[in-house]
């Protein structure tokens, strides 16, 4: 083969070259005998034993494993402990220490030392025996306690915060105008009916009130405000427009305010709002909030806004009340069959 020829092979494979270089040692292995085979296995094949050694190995990097694994797991348990413990302290240096807290069961309104008046709405509205959310919150708000609870709906929540802020308006200065409780709800739907009942309770009182949501003349309310209601029932937006608009209407001389599911009022964007209306209320009030869930957002409105606050939640298994009546409308009926619940 001439030089020219070697220099062309030099970019690739020359497939019959390396068939001959193969060849030889084809031929070799083909003519050894048995024995030399046998032998070369033997060489090849592990002991039996490197095999348990191998084995014991891999079972001690998998016990290894195991207590590494373990470790882990008791690690992150004693942090959660660590956490609840530390939660659990947090909670104990910020709220009234419960062991202080009387938590009488009231069988009747009647030995609530409640006034007459205020007896005799209740009785009108067919209120008979206190429920357990009225009975633990009405002797403790008219002490003038804040307090923060939850409980279940239709559980009687609105009368628990309404009849003590009724009783102690009762003794309130009349020389002076001025609206001493704010009540503050999610929607105008919830709001009108915490109005509503307020009013009713109140029948043989002279305490005054004002509604302020969307969906009412505006006017209208700036003339009541301008007033002074005794109590203003509102929702974070509508009640902010009347602080920074309605000239004469403010919030200096509030002495109660109530947060009525401020879970939702949160969730509906209402923080600042809040925040503000928090801002503007002295901060000798007294603070009473209920909600049905405690998010970090409502655990840090609770610290906004009150003071050693004592805590009253009953019935917290998420149930409704057993007399609560639920109801739900059909819609597409025809398109019903194949959908599943």
Same mark, same amino acid.
């Given at each position: 083969m001439d030089g020219g020829g070697a220099k062309g092979l030099r970019g690739g494979w020359d497939f019959t070259t390396a068939k001959g270089m193969l060849k030889p040692k084809q031929v070799q292995y083909e003519e050894e005998d048995d024995d030399t085979l046998e032998a070369k296995d033997t060489e090849q094949a592990p002991s039996e034993s490197e095999e348990e050694s191998s084995e014991e190995e891999e079972e001690s990097s998998e016990e290894d494993d195991d207590d590494e694994s373990g470790d882990e797991i008791e690690m992150g348990s004693d942090e959660e402990e660590k956490e609840d413990e530390a939660e659990i302290q947090r909670k104990k240096e910020y709220f009234a220490d419960e062991s202080e807290v009387d938590r009488q069961e009231h069988v009747s309104f009647t030995s609530m030392n409640l006034s007459r008046p205020i007896l005799k709405g209740i009785s009108n509205l067919g209120f008979i025996k206190p429920t357990k959310i009225q009975s633990q919150t009405i002797p403790l708000a008219l002490m003038g306690k804040d307090i923060c609870g939850g409980a279940e709906t239709g559980s009687g929540k609105t009368a628990a915060f309404i009849i003590p802020i009724l009783e102690r308006l009762l003794y309130r200065p009349r020389q002076t105008p001025s609206t001493r409780v704010l009540i503050l709800c999610p929607t105008r739907e919830l709001a009108a009916q915490v109005h509503d009942a307020a009013v009713k309770l109140a029948a043989y009182t002279d305490i005054s009130f004002c509604l302020c949501v969307g969906g009412l003349s505006l006017k209208t309310q700036e003339q009541e405000l301008k007033l002074k209601p005794d109590v203003v029932v509102a929702t974070p937006g509508r009640l902010i427009d009347h602080v920074r608009n309605t000239s004469g209407f403010h919030l200096d001389a509030c002495e109660i305010l109530v947060m009525d599911e401020a879970d939702? *009022?949160? %969730?509906?964007?209402?923080?600042? %709002?809040?925040? %503000?209306?928090?801002?503007?209320?002295?901060?000798? #009030?007294?603070? *009473?909030?209920?909600?049905?869930?405690?998010?970090?957002?409502?655990?840090?409105?609770? @610290? *906004?806004?009150?003071?050693?606050?004592? #805590?009253?939640?009953?019935?917290?298994?998420?149930?409704?009340?057993? #007399?609560?009546?639920?109801?739900?409308? #059909?819609? @597409?009926?025809?398109? %019903?069959?194949? @959908?599943?619940?």
């Open positions: 939702r *009022m949160l %969730e509906d964007g209402f923080a600042d %709002e809040l925040g %503000e209306i928090i801002k503007s209320c002295p901060k000798s #009030r007294q603070t *009473m909030l209920f909600s049905a869930t405690m998010t970090d957002n409502v655990d840090q409105l609770i @610290r *906004m806004s009150l003071h050693n606050p004592i #805590r009253l939640f009953v019935n917290s298994s998420n149930q409704a009340a057993s #007399r609560l009546v639920q109801e739900f409308i #059909r819609i @597409r009926q025809a398109r %019903e069959a194949d @959908r599943s619940a």
